[in-house]
């Protein structure tokens, strides 16, 4: 009996293993039926018997479509039956799709992320006002908070207003302003309570309730 045991390492490789073993056999007999009309015959019982497999889709018009999409792929497209649908060609499915392209940005000031410059782009496009105003110090600001997070040392005002004047190619000045901004200590807090996400660590961690 040892002799007739059978494992899937010595068998053939099923195309879409999800419906088993058994399917692909019936469709590979299918394939082999020398009439049409007994391959299709076959072809619409194994349509049937895969529709079973799913009950709660075997009436909608687009699953069926896919299930003899789905037909024609197990049977490596050599099954030559009639379907109500177009069939599907074998050199669009393995066709490999085009190659995406990779956005290349590499900011002059890489710590202070793409999206700083993405804000200062729009800032610049909006007109003077205390709206671009407010806009340029958050920007400002948050670019102090980026500076810091990379650079453990505190950094002075001007060098913000001078990276912020040549990233916005001389439209956002903040040069000789006589407010600053937000203190290096006050943006360091901010960013240790991020690090604990934003919630205050719990009182009496760790010890027993009883």
Same mark, same amino acid.
């Given at each position: %009996?040892i002799?007739?045991? $059978?494992?899937?390492? $010595? &068998?053939?490789? %099923? ?9 692909q056999?019936?469709? @590979? ?5 020398e009439?049409?009309?007994?391959? +299709? ?5 194994i349509? *049937?018997?895969m529709? @079973?497999l ?16 789905q037909?024609?792929?197990?049977? =490596?497209?050599?099954?030559d ?9 074998k050199?669009?499915? $393995?066709?490999?799709? #085009? ?13 202070? #992320?793409? +999206?700083?410059? !993405?804000m200062?782009?729009?800032? &610049?496009?909006?007109e *003077?006002?205390? %709206?671009?105003?407010?806009l !340029?110090? !958050?920007?400002?600001n948050? %670019?102090?908070?980026?500076?810091? !997070?990379?650079?453990?040392d505190?950094? $002075? =005002?001007?060098?913000?207003? +001078? ?5 916005s190619?001389?439209?956002? @000045? ?5 407010? *600053? ?7 360091l807090?901010?960013?240790k ?10 009182k #009496? &961690? #760790?010890?027993?309730?009883?």
């Open positions: %009996m002799d007739y045991l $059978e494992y899937n390492t $010595e &068998r053939e490789q %099923m195309i879409i293993p999800e419906y088993g073993r058994h399917i056999k019936m469709i @590979n007999y299918a394939t082999s039926r009439t049409k009309e007994e391959r +299709n015959k076959v072809a619409r019982a349509i *049937d018997v529709g @079973n799913q009950p709660h889709l075997r009436d909608v018009p687009d699953f069926q479509h896919k299930l003899w999409d037909l024609f792929i197990m049977s =490596d497209f050599k099954l039956a009639d379907s109500p649908y177009e069939k599907p060609s050199e669009v499915l $393995e066709a490999r799709p #085009g190659k995406l392209p990779y956005p290349q940005k590499r900011p002059k000031y890489r710590f202070y #992320g793409n +999206n700083i410059k !993405t200062i782009d729009v800032a &610049r496009t909006w *003077d006002g205390e %709206m671009k105003e407010a !340029t110090w !958050t920007i400002a948050h %670019m102090k908070k980026c500076f810091l !997070t990379w650079n453990k505190t950094v $002075e =005002d001007a060098v913000i207003f +001078n990276h912020l004047f040549e990233l190619d001389g439209e956002l @000045n903040l040069k000789g302003s006589v407010e *600053d901004l937000s203190a290096t200590s006050s943006l807090r901010s960013k309570r991020q690090g604990h996400g934003g919630k205050k660590p719990k #009496g &961690r #760790g010890r027993k309730r009883y």
